[in-house]
């Protein structure tokens, strides 16, 4: 079965320093890979995607995605966290050609 | 602006009552896709539409129903069948694989 997971429900990093949400994928094909972020009582935003190509994606808000096909991993990061990133962040896959499949879910709080 | 608009924001259902959730897009997307979200469960898929009249289930469509008559429009039904109502929807749309526009969600809470 196809699957998308983020093996850490949360995340805490100190403002300024590097941050990292993780993300593995099990997907049949050459995979669509994507991240969200939520903030409360909120929708998803779209944050980047790797289709394919460049194997760092850049994305909004100074995020970058690297894509690692042999660890099968799409992993999340920035280099200087701000205060402001504090927020829940989801990994996808695309399935087929409509359908995505989402992790559970990343918790990331920044502490000033 | 284009997007996705949900309504309403909160919504309260007494037990037994039936429900219906709206969203609308002017994106002019053919796909549209009602999820639900619980607490460290990320988001579950309900139903999805590929185009207008058309629609399939998703991994948790017992106890809701939809409709496909317009391309802008996708609403959800929560019927009494659906025991576990409480949570919070999410409906978003997409055309191509470019990844999904999301509208700003409806809290559903039983009461």
């Known amino acids: 079965a196809q699957s998308v997971a983020q093996p850490e429900d949360q995340v805490n990093v100190a403002e300024g320093n590097p941050l990292t949400v993780k993300c593995t994928y099990s997907?049949?094909?050459?995979?669509?890979l994507f991240w969200y972020v939520q903030y409360p009582n909120r929708g998803l935003q779209f944050l980047l995607k790797y289709i394919t190509g460049d194997n760092l994606v850049k994305g909004s808000y100074g995020f970058e995605a690297e894509f690692n096909k042999s660890q099968t991993s799409f992993h999340l990061k920035k280099p200087s966290a701000l205060v402001s990133d504090s927020a829940l962040y989801f990994c996808a896959a695309l399935e087929g050609t409509y359908k995505y499949i989402f992790g559970t879910g990343t918790r990331l709080k920044v502490l000033a | 602006d284009g997007g996705i608009t949900q309504s309403p924001k909160y919504l309260f259902r007494k037990e037994g009552q039936n429900v219906t959730l709206s969203c609308e897009q002017n994106?002019?997307?053919?796909?549209m896709y009602w999820y639900r979200q619980d607490p460290g469960q990320g988001l579950r898929l309900i139903y999805y539409?590929?185009?207008?009249?058309?629609?399939q289930k998703g991994d948790i469509a017992e106890g809701y129903s939809v409709s496909r008559e317009k391309k802008e429009s996708f609403p959800l039904t929560v019927t009494s069948a659906q025991k576990n109502p409480t949570a919070f929807y999410l409906c978003?749309?997409?055309?191509?694989?470019?990844?999904?526009?999301f509208g700003s969600g409806t809290r559903l809470t039983v009461v």
């Open positions: 539409s590929q185009i207008v009249n058309d629609f």
């Open positions: 994106l002019n997307h053919d796909a």
């Open positions: 997907v049949s094909g050459n995979p669509y």
């Open positions: 978003a749309s997409q055309q191509g694989a470019g990844g999904y526009t």
